[in-house]
Nanobody
Framework: QVHLVESGGGLVQAGGSLRLSCAAS????????MGWFRQAPGKEREFIAR????????YFTDSVKGRFTISRDNAKNTVFLQMNSLKPEDTAVYYC???????????????WGQGTQVTVSS
């Protein structure tokens, strides 16, 4: 059974940084894609970034491009979302998820973590 566990969330001041981790277990993920989503209070969950587990190719939405980066440690089955220059509007619950395809759609992601809260104060 696949499990995804996020960690690293917390409270940070605007302009600060946080690094989220997503540890995956339960199978090999070669050829899969790890996506990051977030859900702000009162808003729908939105896709923000993705990395190919094998290729390492990344993709970011405009809202986070240039501020967020993704890396992975295949040996530890862990993906990291480095978030820099954080803004109050980045406040949300952040989720990692795994898909077999390149997608920005929630329905394409079949495994999800429990989420981790990120709060950015002004």
């Amino acid at each position: 059974q696949v499990h995804l566990v996020e960690s690293g969330g917390g409270l940070v001041q605007a302009g600060g940084s946080l690094r989220l981790s997503c540890a995956a277990s339960g199978r090999t993920f070669s050829g899969y894609f790890m996506g990051w989503f977030r859900q702000a209070p009162g808003k729908e969950r939105e896709f923000i970034a993705r990395i190919g587990w094998s290729s390492g190719i990344t993709y970011f939405t405009d809202s986070v491009k240039g501020r967020f980066t993704i890396s992975r440690d295949n040996a530890k089955n862990t993906v990291f979302l480095q978030m820099n220059s954080l803004k109050p509007e980045d406040t949300a619950v952040y989720y990692c998820a795994i898909s077999r395809s390149i997608s920005v759609l929630e329905r394409s992601y079949e495994y999800w973590g429990q989420g981790t809260q990120v709060t950015v104060s002004s």
